[in-house]
């Protein structure tokens, strides 16, 4: 999984209550990406960090927040967590964007599978 | 509004034999396209990206296609393994700057 480790791979949590994932990365991409998958859906952004601070939202962003402090970390929160936030969440990483050169592919990480009750 | 259609959303084969996935999209304008395969319980790995200027791009029995003009692509498994099958994901990047725009997904099952 080129490099990328998420933590925790599997988590139970209620109603409310506050959860964070994390993702390392070893390779040093500039770029860092959430999304959630559901079945019927495509993958969904959620947010994305284009450098150390600096991160926007994507389209499915309301109840999620991120930071990232360090190139390698980049941690999702979810304030309250909902029952609609169930869903499994990916990580990803890239050097660029946009450039359409192999740089531009994302690399995947295991996924953190997510169940709110 | 920006959208990525994939067809047949499931698709039984039997080993050995050739298949192809399609993929129909609305973005615009356009910047590249990418083909993911996604195992089960595993994050997406890329297979192939593609700028507008491309028609072609082989990586192993994987051969993917781009008809920029009627904004068509197509993933084409030459002599298909128990392996493939996986959901394979066609994405599409707008121009530079905007959010990569997911497909939901061709699941592919290849039986012995």
């Known amino acids: 999984d080129a490099g990328i480790t998420q933590s925790p791979r599997h988590k139970v949590t209620e109603t409310g209550t506050p959860v964070t994932l994390r993702c390392h990365q070893t390779e040093n991409h500039r770029y860092m990406y959430w999304y959630r998958q559901d079945p019927g859906h495509g993958l969904r952004l959620i947010h994305y960090?284009?450098?150390?601070?600096?991160?926007d939202k994507g389209e499915v962003s309301d109840g999620y927040s991120v930071s990232r402090s360090k190139t390698e970390d980049f941690l999702l929160t979810l304030e309250s967590a909902t029952s609609s936030q169930t869903s499994v969440y990916f990580c990803?990483?890239?050097?660029?964007?946009?450039?359409?050169?192999?740089?531009?592919?994302?690399?995947f990480g295991p996924g953190t599978r997510l169940t709110v009750l | 509004k920006n959208q990525v259609e994939q067809s047949p959303q499931s698709l039984i084969i039997l080993e050995g034999k050739n298949c192809t996935l399609q993929?129909?999209?609305?973005?615009?304008?356009?910047?590249?396209l990418r083909w993911y395969k996604q195992d089960t319980g595993r994050g997406p790995v890329s297979l192939t990206i593609m700028t507008f200027s491309e028609n072609t791009k082989s990586n192993g029995r994987y051969t993917a296609t781009l008809d920029a003009d009627t904004k068509q692509s197509s993933l084409h498994i030459t002599a298909s393994q128990l392996s493939d099958s996986a959901s394979y994901i066609c994405?599409?990047?707008?121009?530079?700057?905007?959010?990569?725009?997911f497909g939901k997904g061709t699941t592919l099952s290849v039986s012995s």
């Open positions: 994405v599409v990047l707008g121009q530079a700057g905007t959010a990569l725009i």
């Open positions: 990803a990483i890239s050097e660029n964007v946009g450039t359409g050169a192999p740089g531009d592919t994302q690399y």
């Open positions: 993929c129909n999209y609305t973005v615009s304008p356009f910047s590249n």
């Open positions: 960090s284009y450098g150390v601070k600096d991160t």
